[in-house]
Each structure stands twice: as C-alpha cells, then as structure tokens.
C-alpha cells in the first residue's frame, strides 16, 4: 500500500519527505501534490524504488467476427 512519511524539523522546518509503496515514476505525482501541500522541501533525491518501471502485462483479445 503506498504511504507517505514526511518529518518536519521544529528548529528548521526543513521538510523531509518519503514516497514509499509506488513504483517507478508515478511515485512523483504523489510527490508534487505533497509538495504543494507542505512546501518544498530542501532536496530531493530519488530512490531505488523510482527505477523500477511497473510491469506491463499485453492483453490479447479473441478477433471477433470472422
């Protein structure tokens, strides 16, 4: 299940924030709507689980008529 941890320092309110549960680049559309809930934070860094592309499974369909 995706989640998102995000701590914010109370002496510097530096934000630091952690998408976990999603794979690949999708994980930065998560980001960016907690970026514009919370702010910026001071960096961003991608994770190994960012370069892992999901798995596409191909569909075949019956051709109909025939």
């Given amino acids: 299940m995706p989640e998102i941890d995000f701590t914010i320092d109370p002496a510097t309110g530096q ?18 709507l907690a970026r514009e809930l919370l702010g910026a934070p001071t960096r961003e860094r991608n994770t190994p689980e960012y370069h892992v592309r999901p798995q596409a499974r191909p569909r075949v369909q ?4 025939s």
């Fill in 15 to 32: 934000l630091e924030l952690h998408v976990k549960g999603i794979a690949g680049p999708a994980c930065e559309d998560v980001a960016k």
């Fill in 62 to 65: 019956p051709k109909q008529g």
